[in-house]
């Protein structure tokens, strides 16, 4: 009976920590297009990286900075969308993988346009604040092999 309990409570921890994992990707895009700054940076640890094609944010503060910029601020106040699809999480004991494409929707003279679509790789941790991202890198879905191998990296490294 020892056993079973100890598996069952395993594979309960299992779910929780994914649900988890998915709902903090999915806050992204909300908070983000809410200008919530403060509660975008709160998703990545202290020195939490953002990998964004040619743009690099190597702490909370800089992802901050990003969501508080009048570049970011100039998308909200016209109306965006960041989406980020379903992600596949592989948790591994403290730490995690979440891999998921993305979208990015911008309003342009009365009309919507996708501005971006992306692949996404989470690296997480689990913190006493609970699961934050120590590493998300983005690149845009343009056929290439590094591309391709982002979405594949669904385990840990």
């Not at 100890?6 to 297009?33: C, F, H, K, M, N």
């Not at 590493?135 to 594949?152: K, M, P």
Request: aromatic content about 6%; overall charge negative; proline content about 3%.
């Amino acid at each position: 009976m020892t056993d079973r309990l100890t598996a069952l409570e395993a594979r309960l921890q299992l779910l929780e920590d994914q649900w988890a994992i998915s709902q903090l990707v999915a806050s992204y895009g909300p908070l983000v297009d809410a200008g919530e700054a403060d509660r975008v940076a709160a998703l990545w640890t202290e020195d939490g990286v953002y990998d964004v094609e040619d743009f690099h944010m190597r702490s909370r503060a800089d992802i901050e900075t990003m969501v508080r910029s009048d570049a970011h601020q100039g998308l909200i106040g016209a109306g965006c969308s960041h989406f980020l699809g379903p992600a596949h999480v592989t948790v591994d004991g403290d730490s995690a993988v979440a891999v998921c494409e993305s979208v990015l929707l911008v309003r342009h003279k009365g009309r919507i346009f996708p501005a971006r679509i992306g692949a996404n790789r989470f690296e997480l941790v689990r913190t006493p604040q609970g699961w934050q991202t120590t590493c998300r890198t983005t690149r845009g879905l343009d056929g290439s092999a590094e591309v391709r191998g982002l979405l594949a990296s669904t385990g840990t490294r």
